[in-house]
């Protein structure tokens, strides 16, 4: 997952409204979101590499988590566990977000760096295990990508502004969320951060939706949660080399 905007106690319908994009490798093995088969309360995406998820809920217990890589190149650990064991081992267990995050920081410099938020019905936290910041999140509008929360990336910014529009809508759908997100425009070169990798690939993943060769947006995810119902709906986007776009699409709510 390498962008999520969300918008958390902040909008006069929702509780949560989430707009998020997953970028990865278009090879690496991926299951959509469905329900799980050992765990049929969550909801998700499976990795099936690493075997875990970049994004989840569980729908009995209002249980939340979400992923993104943090993005050094030169600081790569290559036998580091997989950071997807994060997410799932919350929307599994039963400890809440902050105890959990407490206990996971203990041993997160084994993991390359990662940005995770966990929540539950009542309250929504964010940890990184690159300065260690672990926080309670306030009501607020929030843009999160391959770097710690709300880093001014130009992506950033630019979902965050669209993010704030959604406030005068008090009934969301996807038709709403998902043009948001499938925005290909690059930032300008003077505006782009410097993250270790070479000025044109940092070019390409620019982009709120990325197609690259080999790599890309694989899928984009929807979540609206108000106090009596959850919607969780995940568009797939299959870019293969001749550009050709398979859609699958799962809806699900309580």
Same mark, same amino acid.
């Given at each position: 997952?390498?962008?999520?905007?969300?918008?958390?106690?902040?909008?006069?319908?929702?509780?949560?409204?989430?707009?998020?994009?997953?970028?990865?490798?278009?090879?690496?093995?991926?299951?959509?979101?469905?329900?799980?088969?050992?765990?049929?309360?969550?909801?998700?995406?499976?990795?099936?590499?690493?075997?875990?998820?970049?994004?989840?809920?569980?729908?009995?217990?209002?249980?939340?988590?979400?992923?993104?890589?943090?993005?050094?190149?030169?600081?790569?650990?290559?036998?580091?566990?997989?950071?997807?064991?994060?997410?799932?081992?919350?929307?599994?267990?039963?400890?809440?977000?902050?105890?959990?995050? %407490?206990?996971?920081?203990?041993?997160?410099?084994?993991?390359?760096?990662?940005?995770?938020?966990?929540?539950?019905?009542?309250?929504?936290?964010?940890?990184? %295990?690159?300065?260690?910041?672990?926080?309670?999140?306030?009501?607020?509008?929030?843009?999160?990508?391959?770097?710690?929360?709300?880093?001014?990336?130009?992506?950033?910014?630019?979902?965050?502004?669209?993010?704030?529009?959604?406030?005068?809508?008090?009934?969301?759908?996807?038709?709403?969320i998902f043009p948001l997100l499938i925005d290909h425009e690059q930032?300008?070169?003077?505006?782009?951060?410097?993250?270790?990798?070479?000025?044109?690939?940092?070019? %390409?993943?620019?982009?709120?939706?990325?197609?690259m060769k080999g790599y890309g947006t694989r899928c984009s995810t929807?979540?609206?949660?108000?106090?009596?119902?959850?919607?969780?709906?995940?568009?797939?986007?299959?870019?293969?080399?001749?550009?050709?776009?398979?859609?699958?699409?799962?809806?699900?709510? %309580?």
């Amino acid at each position: 997952m390498c962008l999520i905007l969300f918008s958390w106690k902040d909008h006069p319908a929702y509780e949560l409204v989430l707009a998020a994009n997953r970028d990865e490798f278009y090879e690496r093995e991926t299951i959509p979101a469905d329900s799980w088969e050992e765990h049929p309360n969550i909801i998700g995406g499976r990795d099936l590499l690493g075997g875990g998820t970049w994004l989840g809920i569980n729908q009995e217990t209002g249980r939340f988590a979400a992923l993104t890589n943090y993005r050094d190149p030169a600081n790569i650990k290559p036998d580091a566990p997989s950071r997807g064991k994060l997410t799932t081992d919350f929307i599994t267990g039963e400890i809440g977000p902050s105890e959990y995050l %407490n206990k996971i920081k203990t041993d997160a410099d084994q993991y390359n760096g990662f940005n995770l938020l966990v929540g539950n019905r009542d309250s929504l936290w964010y940890f990184n %295990n690159v300065n260690f910041d672990l926080k309670s999140l306030s009501p607020g509008t929030y843009g999160l990508s391959n770097a710690v929360l709300d880093t001014p990336w130009p992506k950033v910014l630019n979902g965050k502004r669209k993010m704030e529009f959604l406030k005068s809508n008090d009934s969301l759908s996807s038709k709403e969320i998902f043009p948001l997100l499938i925005d290909h425009e690059q930032a300008a070169d003077i505006d782009l951060p410097n993250t270790g990798v070479p000025l044109s690939v940092e070019r %390409n993943l620019s982009p709120m939706y990325i197609e690259m060769k080999g790599y890309g947006t694989r899928c984009s995810t929807m979540i609206l949660k108000t106090a009596e119902e959850t919607k969780f709906v995940e568009k797939t986007h299959f870019i293969k080399e001749t550009q050709e776009e398979v859609i699958k699409r799962f809806s699900w709510e %309580n």
